[in-house]
């Protein structure tokens, strides 16, 4: 299984609503990241964490918070977002040790409204 | 021929031709290059990769070449199919345990049949 599995493919939402993303991975990898891509840009880093702790924060606005439950799963919780915010979200992962091929998942394509 | 417009850089190719796309990193500090494919609705998907201590590597029709004294890495296609159309990135990172990307711009890859 070589596959990053990101819910939903989808999500339109308010400014004042609350949701969440989520990224499953089952290669064992203990790096596991979040990105942001805009339209006809390329992907951003947001957060990485490793072992399940967050190890890297991108300066990004404290209204993305991630949260890692296990090695397998990353979610990404969303409040009081700006429309300015909408992008398609990544989820990636990799072995921890050394430089390795990060592997994405498809994404979720934010709206907010 | 290739174009660049307001956005993406774009390569246009007849099926059967071999395809050139060109990137310029900017950290000389990097070790670890990777192109990635990038399908319209899907996230990037990893083509080849090549470490700072080689200048060369060969995959499946994919070749990468990297010049370190001008900071350029370019990706090879030989025999460019219509199901290599796509956006094309490169991306670089510090030999830091993490897949921490910075990606290059991006160019469409155009094939026409």
């Known amino acids: 299984d070589t596959e990053v599995t990101q819910t939903p493919k989808h999500l339109v939402m308010g400014m004042t609503n609350k949701k969440s993303l989520k990224c499953e991975q089952h290669?064992?990898?203990?790096?596991m990241y979040w990105y942001k891509q805009k339209a006809k840009k390329p992907p951003e880093l947001m957060f990485v964490y490793s072992y399940e702790k967050l190890s890297i924060n991108e300066s990004v606005p404290s209204r993305f918070s991630p949260e890692c439950p296990n090695s397998s799963l990353l979610n990404l919780h969303l409040h009081a977002l700006q429309p300015e915010d909408s992008a398609l979200y990544l989820c990636a992962s990799s072995h921890r040790s050394g430089n390795t091929e990060a592997f994405f998942g498809q994404g979720t394509r934010l709206t907010v409204v | 021929g290739e174009s660049v417009g307001l956005h993406l850089p774009t390569l246009s190719v007849q099926e059967g031709d071999n395809s050139i796309i060109n990137c310029a990193y900017s950290n000389s500090a990097s070790d670890y290059f990777i192109w990635y494919k990038q399908e319209s609705g899907k996230g990037p998907q990893f083509i080849i990769d090549i470490r700072s201590n080689m200048d060369k590597r060969q995959g499946q029709r994919v070749t990468v070449l990297l010049n370190k004294t001008v900071k350029h890495l370019s990706l090879q296609i030989a025999a460019t199919q219509p199901g290599d159309s796509a956006v094309y990135f490169c991306?670089?990172?510090?030999?830091?345990?993490?897949?921490?990307?910075?990606f290059g711009k991006g160019t469409m890859l155009l094939v026409s049949p």
């Open positions: 290669m064992g990898h203990r790096a």
């Open positions: 991306a670089e990172s510090l030999d830091s345990g993490y897949s921490t990307l910075t």
